[in-house]
């Protein structure tokens, strides 16, 4: 029975391969009822051939036949036929996009590990140009650096790590700046912006391998490496009459435009360039609290921040042209001309005295074509009968202190070794041991002898209130340390601190 079946099905197989006929032509001459000298097989085998065509194509004809006669059924085919075709071509899309993606996604991640090609919006469309110019560079002796993954690797930090110290977020949870408030000796308040630790390293980096290798105006004293407060106030010694004058928000006026034309002026590609110009800024930040989280939220341009250790360094360097023009300008009319920061001084001896009118004239032409503004409330005019100061350093005989400032001082010192330091202050609202700290060490920089007793004295109060223990080691001598030690449990004791 089953070879029956089987044999069966192998006919109709046969038949569907071919045709009817030609299948029973086979047979009866597989069976000897024909023979090649009787029939012409091959002839007759092309006629079942073409008539099996034919009747393939009549019966699909009238089958189209039967579906045209009736509109629902051709339409429910057509269906049918575009449903199949739109689920074919679905899939393929889907596997093409899929495919897309995960290509994308790992492009996506190599470039994350290798390159930066977004920093917020208004400073990506920047990173595109990777090439600087080596000549330049060379000839300044700065690091060769084309791309983000090359400052990376000098900086010694992830491409991560770059990308997240230079992003420029209009929105954010955090904030690389610590803002606070100083007073001013002139009345109102100074915004000082703190950089955290992370953001102050990649700035001191900057600072070491980049700005401090570039030449900057021999008149230029502030963050010049070999420079100081007292370097610019020797030239303006013994004269006749002194001239300060300040220029008006000084490091707001530094716009991020001009922090990068600095980067790009010595060779740097845009692709560098914009990422030390955005380390080097910051934005004008508002603080909102919404839902019981405080957001960091961005207003206005980013300029230069006062409290990094590149921004004084980035001034020098932008005002080159100012420094020469200046000096010129002193040169002509027989000034000397120094700048500490946003601090310009001239002098000049009795003689000069009717070219002060000029001096102050021209300054101010070459200041405002310089793209800066002169302060109008804080020019000063010395004269030699008067005391003359230069950023705070007493110049008439030779650089001091003030006779008040240091009275003052060694009264305040006496106070807090005597009674702590509850409700002493140099300035109003500042950490007093900072200060006295910082006194100290500025009346070092401008008199060692009288500055080393000060420093001394400090330290020791510094010491009784566990006050940065690197301060003790650095200014203490050694034949002290043992009185230092002595002391300090005494002031722990009397300021109630434990050791």
């Not at 003689?351 to 800066?372: C, G, M, P």
């Not at 109003?428 to 910082?438: E, F, M, P, R, S």
């Not at 009784?464 to 004791?493: A, D, M, Q, T, W």
Request: proline share 3%.
């Amino acid at each position: 029975m089953e070879n029956s079946t089987e044999r069966r099905q192998e006919i109709y197989d046969k038949i569907k391969g071919s045709s009817k006929q030609e299948y029973i032509l086979s047979e009866m001459k597989r069976l000897g009822f024909w023979n090649d000298e009787t029939v012409d097989f091959e002839s007759v085998n092309k006629f079942f051939k073409e008539e099996s065509k034919l009747s393939k194509k009549l019966q699909k004809l009238l089958k189209e036949k039967k579906i045209i006669e009736d509109p629902e059924a051709f339409i429910a085919q057509k269906h049918k036929e575009r449903k199949i075709a739109s689920k074919l071509k679905q899939k393929e899309t889907k596997e093409r996009r899929e495919k897309e993606r995960v290509e994308k996604a790992e492009k996506w991640k190599v470039s994350k590990e290798q390159d930066i090609i977004y920093l917020g919006e208004n400073y990506s469309h920047q990173l595109n140009n990777k090439v600087s110019n080596i000549e330049n560079l060379k000839k300044q002796n700065l690091p060769i650096l084309h791309t983000a993954l090359d400052l990376a690797k000098a900086m010694k930090i992830t491409i991560g790590e770059l990308r997240f110290l230079s992003f420029s977020r209009k929105n954010a949870k955090i904030s690389h700046y610590k803002r606070f408030q100083i007073p001013k000796k002139t009345g109102g308040f100074r915004l000082i912006s703190a950089p955290m630790p992370r953001l102050k390293a990649a700035q001191t980096w900057i600072l070491e391998e980049i700005l401090n290798k570039v030449n900057v105006h021999e008149k230029a004293n502030g963050c010049v490496v070999g420079k100081s407060i007292k370097t610019n106030a020797i030239p303006h010694i013994k004269k006749d009459v002194v001239i300060n004058q300040d220029l008006k928000n000084f490091f707001p006026t530094i716009t991020y435009k001009r922090i990068k034309g600095v980067f790009t002026s010595f060779g740097y590609s845009d692709q560098v360039a914009t990422i030390f110009a955005l380390i080097c800024s910051e934005p004008k930040i508002l603080d909102i609290s919404l839902l019981g989280k405080d957001y960091y939220a961005q207003k206005g341009t980013r300029f230069l921040p006062q409290g990094s250790p590149c921004s004084p360094a980035i001034t020098n360097v932008i005002c080159r042209k100012l420094d020469f023009r200046l000096d010129g300008l002193a040169k002509k009319y027989g000034f000397d001309y120094t700048r500490y920061v946003d601090d310009i001084t001239f002098s000049a001896s009795q003689k000069q005295f009717t070219k002060i009118t000029n001096i102050l004239k021209y300054s101010r032409l070459i200041v405002e074509d310089e793209n800066f503004n002169l302060h109008p409330e804080k020019l000063r005019i010395m004269k030699r009968n008067n005391r003359q100061e230069v950023t705070g350093v007493v110049v008439n005989e030779k650089t001091n202190i003030p006779k008040k400032s240091l009275k003052r001082f060694r009264a305040l010192l006496f106070q807090i070794e005597k009674d702590g330091i509850k409700d002493k202050f140099w300035n109003k609202n500042v950490n007093i041991l900072a200060q006295i700290d910082g006194f100290a060490n500025y009346i070092y920089q401008i008199d060692k002898e009288k500055g080393a007793k000060y420093k001394e004295r400090v330290a020791l109060i510094l010491a009784g209130h566990n006050y940065k223990e690197e301060h003790k080691k650095k200014y203490v001598k050694p034949e002290n340390k043992g009185i230092l030690s002595v002391f300090s449990k005494k002031l722990r004791s009397l300021f109630g601190k434990k050791k």
